[in-house]
């Protein structure tokens, strides 16, 4: 189990208990969270999970693959460094109390 923070473009932010291996976008769709749309269920088809993670954290993350990075190019916002496909990365202990920025726009 995880606390992960999603803060919406807007500043707007909630805080959910994320299942152990429980993706970061399924959390998100799971507790209607606007700024997460996950059009492909998780398959890294879409990029329409797009998000930025806390660049303090990103050590604590497993890094992207080559197929992640790929679809990350398609993401309609901006691809910054901290940017990830939040159906990449599962919840664990080790992510507790992570924050994640949703861009303005997936599409
Ligand atoms: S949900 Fe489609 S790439 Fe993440």
Do not use: F
């Amino acid at each position: 189990m995880a606390k992960i923070t999603y803060v919406e473009h807007n500043g707007h932010a909630t805080t959910v208990d994320v299942p152990d291996g429980w993706s970061l976008m399924q959390a998100a769709v799971t507790n209607a969270i606007p700024g997460i749309v996950g059009e492909c269920g998780g398959s890294r088809a879409c990029a329409t999970c797009h998000c930025y993670i806390d660049e303090a954290r990103l050590g604590d993350l497993p890094a992207p693959e080559e197929g992640e990075l790929a679809m990350l190019d398609m993401a309609a916002a901006e691809v910054r460094p901290a940017s990830r496909l939040s159906c990449q990365i599962k919840a664990s202990p080790a992510l507790d109390g992570l924050v994640v920025h949703l861009p303005e726009t997936q599409g």
